[in-house]
């Protein structure tokens, strides 16, 4: 995947320039962990520094698994050590950017996808990673999850999580209006229509964070375009975004808000509030992507009779068009190896190493979906997680998220004509046409 430029790293340099004197006296006061391994520069022992953003006390389990995959690794590789050193979510941010202006990155640390990354490829930060993946470690990963970790063709990282988005629906709910799982869109509207007539709030939306909007209208898209992925081709500009299949995905989605699918306000509330709106049983589905499974799972906050009441299905087909192995959403965070690294290729070890491991300890010790296939079966986890990666397995291919491919400004812009097109504030030409110009404006 061609990704489009979000920043220029000289801008994102000039910008946390000022968060030198912060950093450079250690990471006091936050929630940070760092230690090192012994015999770290005696003999041939290498030593690789390894930075991520579990800390025990937020991210315990994550955490424990990370300690447990380099502790293998170092019993299987005596002459690697790792040196470790564990930052918050925002720490770890500002301080990967800080030391990229000098150079001293760690050989190996987390990165994000297209947007984040892109800067750091094109200041020549991240070394290229398709020599290890060609040895058959690149048919681990779901499809689609290297395409979003890599630029011109380029693979410059190895994404350790990944989310899908499904509708979720609440059983209980569809049997006792007598409606059944629609499998395309026309169907879908029908159950929205019979829900309304018997009182129940459809769909549970929280547009006023748009980029669960943006979920509907990039699945539909999805959907219209069949196996063509118009929608990144117009982010990446190879195609207009004036694209037939992505004004037809805007048409649609009017279709869906005149129907009445959504609940009441939906602009105006957040999604933490459709949310809960779901969780209460005050409406029969919410769109979200897996991050959201223990939820519906192991979360013993959930009521177990709701959690026992939910299931999930995949975006209808449109028109009879779509493949429903092919889905919307992203990775998470993935593992970048530095471009000057004095142990580059011990860190290209260790990197393969660790991705190949998180794949079944994450699902089954920390509740996360891996970026990497796994064999459900094997593992003893609730039933939505096996379908969910036995789903994942067949993927043919996962559209990034809209927001995540472009760049920050074209993102706004998206995002602000997401509320707009639900809103009825603009036609699909006007949505289609307010992006093709923003795009096009950054060429």
Aim: glycine share 8%.
């Amino acid at each position: 995947m061609k990704l489009k430029k979000a920043i220029t790293l000289s801008a994102l340099l000039l910008i946390f320039s000022l968060l030198l004197a912060a950093c450079s006296g250690g990471d006091d006061g936050g929630d940070t962990d760092s230690t090192s391994s012994s015999d770290t520069g005696s003999g041939d022992v290498k030593t690789v520094k390894f930075m991520h953003l579990w800390p025990e006390g937020s991210s315990a389990k994550h955490h424990k698994v990370v300690n447990e995959i380099i502790e293998q690794f170092e019993a299987e590789h005596e002459d690697i050590k790792i040196e470790l050193e564990v930052l918050s979510n925002e720490q770890y941010k500002d301080k990967i950017t800080v030391l990229s202006t000098s150079d001293e990155l760690p050989d190996v640390g987390f990165t994000w996808a297209a947007g984040y990354m892109e800067p750091f490829v094109n200041g020549n930060k991240f070394a290229p990673l398709d020599d290890i993946l060609a040895d058959g470690l690149a048919d681990e990963f779901v499809a689609g999850t290297l395409e979003a970790f890599s630029v011109d063709g380029v693979t410059y990282g190895l994404p350790l999580e990944l989310n899908i988005t499904n509708v979720f629906y609440n059983k209980r709910i569809f049997e006792e209006n007598g409606v059944e799982v629609p499998e395309t869109l026309d169907e879908l509207i029908e159950v929205v229509e019979v829900l309304n007539e018997n009182g129940v709030n459809p769909i549970a939306l929280g547009n006023r964070d748009a980029w669960t909007g943006s979920m509907w209208y990039m699945s539909l898209a999805d959907r219209i375009a069949g196996e063509d992925d118009v929608l990144t081709k117009a982010i990446n500009r190879e195609i207009s975004f004036e694209d037939p299949a992505l004004i037809k995905a805007a048409e649609e989605l009017q279709r869906l808000v005149d129907a009445g699918a959504f609940v009441q306000g939906f602009n105006g509330l957040a999604d933490e509030e459709a949310k809960s709106m779901f969780t209460s049983e005050q409406a029969a589905m919410y769109l979200i992507a897996t991050w959201d499974l223990p939820n519906y799972t192991t979360n013993e906050d959930i009521p177990q009779e709701f959690r026992d009441n939910v299931d999930y299905f995949r975006f209808p087909t449109v028109d009879g068009s779509g493949d429903l192995n092919s889905y919307v959403g992203g990775p998470g965070v993935g593992l970048f190896v530095a471009e000057n690294s004095d142990v580059k290729e011990e860190a290209k070890t260790f990197a393969s190493y660790f991705v190949q491991q998180w794949g079944e300890k994450s699902v089954a010790d920390v509740g996360v979906i891996p970026a990497t296939k796994v064999n459900a079966e094997s593992l003893d986890l609730p039933q939505m997680y096996v379908d969910v990666l036995n789903d994942l397995n067949e993927a043919t291919n996962i559209t990034l998220y809209a927001d995540v491919q472009m760049s920050p400004s074209a993102a706004q812009v998206h995002l602000d004509m997401i509320q707009a097109l639900f809103g009825g504030e603009v036609t699909p030409e006007e949505f289609a046409e307010t992006h093709e110009n923003t795009l096009a404006s950054e060429e």
